[in-house]
């Protein structure tokens, strides 16, 4: 039986049909690519995952394929059982069988590749010979193929035996089963190559998405960030060069806009937003890229001018950016355009009152926006004692490495860390370390630019933060504590979007989304702004976001009989009570101590009462 199949296979994959002529398609693969929805550029290829039985190819491209299918990029996973039990069903694991197996499966994940989807197929495939036909076979009709050794050592692989192939092989019960009595040739060059260390499944899916990002295969999850930076070389010519344009004098609020542009957090935006970004913004929260890609960009960033300023300065081939008599910032052509505030709020807040106050702001300012690139002379500092915490995303990301975080989740905040906070941040790292991360790194992030008068000031924050550092209620080894430079507008969904995306920016992987983000109550009504869950719900949905993970707020509230904070049980509700914002300031402003015992910790605790106390005298 073996010798009549050996001789069936030889002849299998010769062409036997005289009459027949391959026929090109009248669909391009851009066209293709344009119909699938991710963007105009084709995409499909071929991920080869080999490796010996038990190495965990399948569970790693199915664990690739969900990641891939929730960016929205399309993908199909093809398993080595699930083929045997269909269009390879009268096969065996003959020498001819298994490259005849391969053959088909090439065949197929070929097709799929020309249909612009990502085919990643999963194959012990143990002869080099074959793994080389079907590159071949990709090669011939310009589709990339990418072999990923799963370089599990069979060692471990004999250990897992998930299946107790491995056993039987070694009884005698399975012949010619890879890496017992049959040979394995590991590939000598392949594109990707995992497992051998030890990594985890969610490393090596990173690995693999790494891999496809850095050769344009798939599009990025976070864009390249890039500093405004005037390079050293070049600082004393641009200063001189500023001192002799015209200026243009910015008041505090904008001059964090500048920071938060020139240190990379609205990458790939350049500068102030000309009219046409600014549009595509309040439109469709996106800024739509060269290859047809889109980048989330929710929230207007935008100078404000008046028209004198628009008269004197209109049609310069350069402008210079004054904060305070220094000179920032040189602006190339600017492009003066007009506010349109009534429309711009309607769309950025939801509402268009002067009672909500980042609003007030933008009546105020003129009647003009000017926008252009951005050459920005130096550092920004503050010089007000918070500046070593003001770390850029390239410097956050420098950090990350050094730690040897394989995942980042961020955490933001513009209130003092309570211990329900706490709660969710250690059980957000427990649940990652569960899903295979060796060590998650937190980013605390509180936001850093302005906010409204009745907010607890950034100083008074930062040090309540580092006392919930100091008391062990956060891990100091695996948290970095930084501040965000973003002004607060207060524009719920809208702008929970723009928070999300800067820390993608950032290196983060993960990001914790509360109840009502970036809301405020109502400037009229007696009610909040914004629905408590739309902004968790819309970042799930936001465009320009599908590489971050969003992680919902789980409800934290004072457990009566533990005396602690913890995780609010609908089923137990009498033994918990919420802690509202009014009661702790009260409690803090009157010296009355926690609103219950274990609320925060003692020392951050006296941080705030303190403030509080001061703020009443």
């Known amino acids: 039986t073996t010798n009549t199949t050996n001789n069936t296979n030889n002849t299998m994959s010769t062409q036997k049909a005289t009459n027949v002529t391959a026929v090109s398609h009248n669909v391009s693969r851009s066209k293709r690519a344009e119909a699938l929805g991710v963007d105009i550029k084709f995409r499909g290829c071929t991920i080869w995952f080999t490796g010996y039985s038990g190495a965990g190819k399948t569970t790693l491209s199915f664990a690739l394929e969900a990641e891939l299918c929730s960016r929205g990029i399309p993908c199909y996973g093809l398993d080595g059982d699930n083929m045997r039990t269909g269009l390879n069903k009268n096969l065996g694991f003959s020498a001819d069988d298994r490259t005849e197996n391969i053959r088909r499966v090439g065949e197929v994940a070929k097709l799929f590749a020309d249909g612009g989807i990502i085919s990643l197929a999963s194959f012990i495939s143990p002869y080099q010979k074959d793994r080389d036909s079907v590159r071949a076979l990709h090669d011939k009709s310009d589709l990339s193929f990418i072999e990923c050794h799963v370089a599990t050592p069979l060692e471990t692989c004999e250990e897992r035996d998930p299946k107790n192939l491995y056993k039987r092989a070694r009884r005698g019960e399975i012949k010619g089963f890879t890496g017992v009595d049959a040979e394995y040739q590991a590939p000598a060059n392949p594109e990707l190559k995992?497992?051998?260390?030890?990594?985890?499944?969610?490393?090596?899916?990173?690995?693999?998405?790494?891999?496809?990002?850095?050769?344009?295969?798939?599009?990025?999850?976070?864009?390249?960030?890039?500093?405004?930076?005037?390079?050293?070389?070049?600082?004393?010519?641009?200063?001189?060069?500023?001192?002799?344009?015209?200026?243009?004098?910015?008041?505090?609020?904008?001059?964090?806009?500048?920071?938060?542009?020139?240190?990379?957090?609205?990458?790939?935006?350049?500068?102030?937003?000309?009219?046409?970004?600014?549009?595509?913004?309040?439109?469709?929260?996106?800024?739509?890229?060269?290859?047809?890609?889109?980048?989330?960009?929710?929230?207007?960033?935008?100078?404000?001018?008046?028209?004198?300023?628009?008269?004197?300065?209109?049609?310069?081939?350069?402008?210079?950016?004054?904060?305070?008599?220094?000179?920032?910032?040189?602006?190339?052509?600017?492009?003066?355009?007009?506010?349109?505030?009534?429309?711009?709020?309607?769309?950025?807040?939801?509402?268009?009152?002067?009672?909500?106050?980042?609003?007030?702001?933008?009546?105020?300012?003129?009647?003009?926006?000017?926008?252009?690139?951005?050459?920005?002379?130096?550092?920004?500092?503050?010089?007000?004692?918070?500046?070593?915490?003001?770390?850029?995303?390239?410097?956050?990301?420098?950090?990350?490495?050094?730690?040897?975080?394989?995942?980042?989740?961020?955490?933001?905040?513009?209130?003092?860390?309570?211990?329900?906070?706490?709660?969710?941040?250690?059980?957000?790292?427990?649940?990652?370390?569960?899903?295979?991360?060796?060590?998650?790194?937190?980013?605390?992030?509180?936001?850093?630019?302005?906010?409204?008068?009745?907010?607890?000031?950034?100083?008074?924050?930062?040090?309540?933060?580092?006392?919930?550092?100091?008391?062990?209620?956060?891990?100091?080894?695996?948290?970095?504590?930084?501040?965000?430079?973003?002004?607060?507008?207060?524009?719920?969904?809208?702008?929970?979007?723009?928070?999300?995306?800067?820390?993608?920016?950032?290196?983060?992987?993960?990001?914790?989304?509360?109840?009502?983000?970036?809301?405020?109550?109502?400037?009229?009504?007696?009610?909040?702004?914004?629905?408590?869950?739309?902004?968790?719900?819309?970042?799930?949905?936001?465009?320009?976001?599908?590489?971050?993970?969003?992680?919902?707020?789980r409800v934290a509230a004072y457990n009566k009989e533990l005396q602690k904070m913890d995780f609010f049980d609908p089923s137990n509700a009498s033994n918990f009570i919420f802690i509202s914002g009014t009661k702790m300031r009260k409690h803090a402003r009157e010296g009355l101590g926690q609103p219950q015992k274990g609320f925060m910790c003692p020392s951050g605790w006296a941080v705030v009462e303190e403030y509080y106390k001061s703020v009443t005298k």
């Open 194 to 553: 995992v497992g051998h260390l030890g990594e985890s499944v969610a490393e090596s899916v990173k690995t693999i998405l790494n891999y496809l990002e850095a050769n344009d295969i798939i599009p990025r999850s976070s864009v390249e960030v890039q500093e405004l930076f005037v390079a050293d070389e070049e600082k004393e010519a641009k200063a001189t060069e500023a001192a002799s344009l015209p200026k243009l004098n910015i008041d505090k609020l904008t001059m964090q806009w500048v920071q938060v542009l020139a240190e990379g957090w609205a990458s790939p935006l350049k500068g102030f937003m000309t009219e046409n970004e600014f549009l595509q913004t309040i439109h469709f929260n996106c800024l739509k890229q060269a290859d047809g890609s889109v980048v989330n960009q929710s929230v207007p960033i935008v100078c404000p001018a008046t028209g004198e300023e628009k008269e004197a300065m209109e049609g310069k081939g350069a402008i210079t950016l004054v904060y305070e008599g220094k000179d920032i910032a040189i602006m190339r052509s600017p492009e003066f355009f007009d506010a349109r505030k009534e429309e711009r709020c309607s769309r950025q807040w939801g509402v268009h009152n002067t009672g909500h106050p980042y609003i007030k702001m933008v009546d105020a300012y003129g009647d003009y926006l000017v926008g252009g690139e951005l050459e920005v002379l130096d550092q920004i500092v503050w010089n007000d004692g918070l500046d070593q915490w003001r770390k850029t995303p390239k410097q956050l990301k420098e950090e990350f490495k050094k730690m040897g975080a394989d995942a980042v989740y961020a955490f933001q905040l513009r209130n003092p860390v309570h211990n329900g906070h706490a709660l969710l941040m250690t059980d957000t790292r427990k649940k990652l370390i569960e899903k295979g991360y060796r060590n998650p790194v937190l980013l605390l992030h509180p936001l850093g630019g302005w906010t409204k008068s009745d907010d607890v000031p950034l100083p008074v924050r930062m040090k309540q933060h580092e006392c919930v550092l100091d008391d062990g209620v956060l891990d100091r080894k695996s948290t970095i504590v930084a501040i965000f430079p973003s002004p607060m507008m207060y524009a719920g969904p809208t702008e929970v979007q723009w928070h999300a995306k800067a820390r993608v920016n950032a290196g983060a992987d993960f990001y914790i989304v509360g109840r009502d983000p970036a809301g405020m109550s109502h400037p009229v009504k007696d009610e909040n702004l914004y629905h408590a869950a739309h902004g968790r719900e819309v970042l799930q949905m936001a465009p320009g976001l599908s590489g971050l993970k969003i992680i919902p707020f």
